[in-house]
């Protein structure tokens, strides 16, 4: 079952996505060399509880982190703790609030000093293609849009589409119907309706689209080892153009 958010429970889903990204935000700009991905998670927890809300990760199933720090191969899920950012990094950092009942889930990718063009591309390919599948959330559209205009952003860019994770309804849950790949054909799945709120997140590799998880249970890495890049906005589905909910304090 698809949910349709009521008015009332969007002015929700907007505190918790304001919260979320502001952290997100906030944790972004502390991301530099030397700094340990522990200290950027201690920091979003802090920032979480003084915000008055509180971190969606930390226990699910059991994960074990305020954040997800995810460093070059590490693809998404990365847990925090005691590796430190050098130059030439990127490092996605993934932020979940409940807030009120509602949850807003967003990442983002920093690039720490990087000249390499390749990662330069990936980095900006993905947000760019985060903002492709934004543009077709809208009403009455299918779910594939989505998936599909993200999907060709990667492609033409000469990157491969993660297929083992995928972007997510979300609300009082982290995650709800439906899946969103970040690809397909254009024209599938359900119609998208006014008030579904949808986490959408493309995690692009370069080198191959596969990934494996790591012994810790959590941390996926790319199957190349090559760097991987990953953006999210929790989002909802409006008449005409989505709805940001992961936009942060002007
Ligand atoms: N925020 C991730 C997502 O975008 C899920 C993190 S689950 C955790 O779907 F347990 F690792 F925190
Ligand atoms: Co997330
Ligand atoms: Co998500």
């Known amino acids: 079952m698809i949910i349709v958010k009521t008015a009332d429970e969007l002015v929700k889903m907007r505190a918790s996505g304001r919260m979320a990204a502001t952290v997100r935000d906030e944790v972004a700009g502390r991301v530099a060399p030397g700094v340990t991905t522990g200290e950027l998670a201690d920091f979003a927890g802090k920032r979480i509880i003084a915000l008055g809300g509180e971190s969606a990760f930390l226990g699910y199933h059991g994960y074990p982190g305020q954040i997800c720090v995810s460093v070059n191969d590490e693809v998404v899920h990365g847990i925090p703790g005691s590796r430190r950012i050098e130059i030439g990094d990127i490092v996605s950092i993934d932020v979940g609030v409940l807030y ?21 591309n990936l980095v900006k390919t993905t947000e760019a293609a985060l903002y492709a599948g934004i543009a077709k959330a809208c009403a009455g559209a299918r779910l594939s849009d989505v998936s599909h205009a993200i999907e060709q952003v990667g492609k033409q860019a000469g990157l491969f589409v993660v297929r083992d994770f995928v972007g997510h309804g979300v609300g009082k849950t982290m995650h709800e119907e439906p899946q969103v790949p970040n690809f397909g054909k254009p024209g599938r799945g359900p119609r998208l309706k006014t008030g579904t709120t949808i986490a959408i997140e493309p995690m692009f590799n370069m080198g191959s689209a596969g990934v494996d998880v790591q012994a810790d249970g959590w ?8 760097p991987s890049a990953h953006f999210e906005h929790t989002v909802a589905v409006c008449d005409g153009r989505a709805e940001i909910l992961t936009v942060g304090q002007e």
């Not at 920093?110 to 000249?115: A, D, H, I, P, S």
């Not at 941390?219 to 090559?226: D, E, F, K, N, P």
């Open 219 to 226: 941390t996926v890495l790319t199957r190349s080892r090559r």
């Open 100 to 120: 009120d009942g509602y949850i807003g889930d967003t990442a983002t990718t920093v690039m720490v000093g990087v000249t390499d063009r390749e990662v330069i």
